[in-house]
């Protein structure tokens, strides 16, 4: 009864209510993984309400700083909890402001995977250097619009031609309010494995690259 | 065909919701006049002479249109007027990236008291000194006087007219850029009563800045951005919370002192197009991209309210002139009617092909006759 009060805690955007249940659960020694899917599933009505227009992208930015600070509050614990897979996500070189990344970010940690989140304007090379560092499974490369293909074409070769054999996605941005749509024609001309739109998309997608010969 | 109306009168036709000879053109050219001018990203961001000239160029090729954006004042405006820190190209980024800046909080949550106390002038100059300018009514007079010349060369010279002299953000439109969005989503749930406290006291500061700084270039048109209160960005009930009873103050407000407000509105508004029905009447332009559906916006504001757009930056970057034709064939008649005008959505990539964009114009003067 208490999950289904954080999830809808989370849900509806009730910050404190949400912290007060999980430092309730921890004191009580409940299972933190319980505790995180609780959050999780509170994140994904918040992903349908965005899809149904009933959020916006600041309810989803509030969504994604409760769920950060709910699992920093069992963090310790979960660390040993194993992991669906390590990814690193970043902004297409040449992009400093997007606002679909950090929601994604915050999505995939709450589903299960070890997420390194770049920031904005990140080069070639520095996906290189982090996707070698934690030998990441997939790599993702977000704020893609049409004047960010070459852009994402030099991350995609540089990291080919390292050896690195993380699964490269790219997934459509969104400028001063302009939602991007990135198509299939965008990803053969940018050479990555697979594309989003949205961040359910972005969950979906990270999820089937873990299965093997994806 | 041949043409009975002036550029200005076109536009004035169409805002005034009837059907002009021929259906009005704006083209919003920033830095992809300069690559086809062979110019430094340089010298179009800071020297607003250069980035006329550039504009200039394109138009004179092109074989004109209607009306023209005043893609030479945005430099200077961001180093000088806004608090964000500005990225120069060919000095903080490479010469082939258009201006951009650090998308980082200059204003703190502690911030919306001084916005409380001191409405938007005291803001801007407690911010823009801290990034180590100076700011008053003094500077931002001084600077768009600067730019008069241009505008009036634009409007004597070439005989058509600037579609942008000031700019009144509505004030949580402002904190979004200047707390930046994710922090402000925060302050939306965290410090609800400090926002609208300060968006109440600083509003009447932020008409008062469009309205000057269109007088001093002589342009009626005040730019209004909204795109960050659109449905992607808040729900309804943050829509009627933050933005809308303020944002319509503001627009009667521009109207009942004689200026036509240009409101720029990107991202998704096809859930809240009703509500621009309570805005003056045939007073007002409406600026959408393709994420709204403009036919539904015709359905509804048809009568009411001139729109704008919205041929798409990727159909000019990565289509063809034929695409770009038939684009704008099926929107002229799916909106052409009663108050449009023919634009491109709003920034124009800089890797435009000159062949798209100038497919614009030629579609228009084919397909836009009344």
């Known amino acids: 009864m208490m999950l289904e009060s954080l999830q809808d805690a989370t849900a509806d955007l009730n910050e404190n209510e949400a912290l007060r249940l999980v430092n309730e659960k921890i004191q009580v020694g409940e299972d933190p993984k319980g505790i995180v899917e609780a959050l999780s599933r509170g994140m994904e009505t918040v992903t349908e309400r965005f899809e149904k227009a009933e959020y916006g992208l600041a309810e989803l930015h509030m969504a994604t700083e409760i769920f950060n600070e709910c699992v920093k509050l069992v963090e310790p614990k979960l660390r040993e909890s194993p992991k669906l897979g390590r990814i690193v996500i970043g902004q297409v070189t040449g992009r400093l402001e997007d606002f679909s990344r950090e929601p994604i970010a915050g999505m995939l940690k709450a589903t299960g995977f070890e997420v390194h989140d770049l920031g904005g304007d990140v080069p070639g090379e520095r996906f290189v250097e982090k996707a070698r560092e934690v030998e990441a499974d997939v790599i993702g490369i977000c704020g893609i619009q049409a004047t960010a293909v070459d852009a994402a074409r030099d991350i995609v070769s540089k990291v080919r031609a390292s050896g690195i054999g993380a699964k490269i996605l790219i997934g459509a941005g969104m400028s001063c309010g302009c939602q991007i749509v990135v198509d299939d024609e965008m990803r053969r001309m940018v050479g990555a494995d697979g594309i989003w739109n949205g961040v359910r998309e972005a969950v979906d997608l990270a999820k089937k690259m873990m299965v093997k010969d994806a | ?370």
């Not at chain 2, 951005?225 to 829509?239: E, L, V």
């Not at chain 2, 407000?261 to 007002?284: G, M, S, V």
């Not at chain 2, 757009?309 to 034709?325: F, H, K, N």
């Not at chain 2, 709003?346 to 497919?359: C, G, R």
Request: proline share 6%.
């Open chain 2, 1 to 370: 065909m041949s043409e009975t109306m002036s550029p200005r009168e076109r536009l004035q036709k169409v805002i005034d919701c009837e059907t002009p000879d021929r259906i009005p053109i704006v083209l919003r050219l920033e830095y992809t006049a300069a690559f086809w001018a062979g110019m430094s990203f340089r010298d179009f961001c800071c020297y607003p002479h250069k980035a006329s000239d550039a504009v200039e160029m394109a138009f004179d090729r092109m074989g004109g249109w209607d009306g023209v954006d005043s893609a030479w004042t945005l430099g200077t405006r961001w180093a000088k007027l806004e608090p964000k820190k500005i990225l120069v190209p060919g000095i903080d980024i490479p010469d082939d990236r258009p201006h951009d800046f650090v998308d980082a909080p200059t204003m703190t949550a502690d911030d919306y008291d001084i916005a409380i106390k001191g409405g938007m002038y005291g803001l801007y100059s407690e911010l823009i000194g801290r990034l180590g300018g100076k700011f008053n009514q003094e500077v931002e007079e001084e600077t768009f006087r600067s730019f008069a010349p241009l505008y009036r060369y634009w409007e004597t010279r070439k005989n058509v007219p600037v579609v942008r002299g000031g700019m009144t953000r509505p004030p949580v439109i402002a904190f979004t850029l200047l707390r930046t969005f994710p922090e402000i989503s925060k302050d939306y749930f965290r410090r609800p009563e400090k926002v609208l406290e300060a968006i109440n006291a600083s509003y009447k500061d932020y008409i008062k800045m469009g309205e000057i700084e269109s007088r001093l270039v002589n342009c009626n048109y005040v730019f209004v951005p909204i795109s960050r209160a659109a449905s992607t960005f808040m729900s309804q009930k943050m829509f009627h919370k933050f933005f809308f009873p303020n944002f319509k103050e503001i627009i009667e407000q521009l109207v009942r002192d004689g200026f036509t407000p240009r409101i720029h509105a990107d991202a998704n508004w096809t859930p809240l197009l009703q509500y621009f029905l309570e805005l003056p009447k045939k007073k007002c332009i409406l600026e959408l991209e393709p994420m709204t559906d403009m036919a539904k916006a015709k359905e509804v504001l048809g009568g009411h309210m001139c729109l704008y757009g919205d041929v798409p930056p990727d159909i000019l970057a990565l289509g063809t002139s034929q695409d770009v034709e038939n684009y704008v064939k099926k929107k002229i008649e799916d909106v052409g009617k009663d108050g449009f005008i023919l634009a491109n959505d709003d920034l124009m990539p800089h890797n435009a092909k000159y062949e798209n964009v100038k497919a614009i114009v030629d579609a228009g003067k084919k397909y836009g006759w009344s």
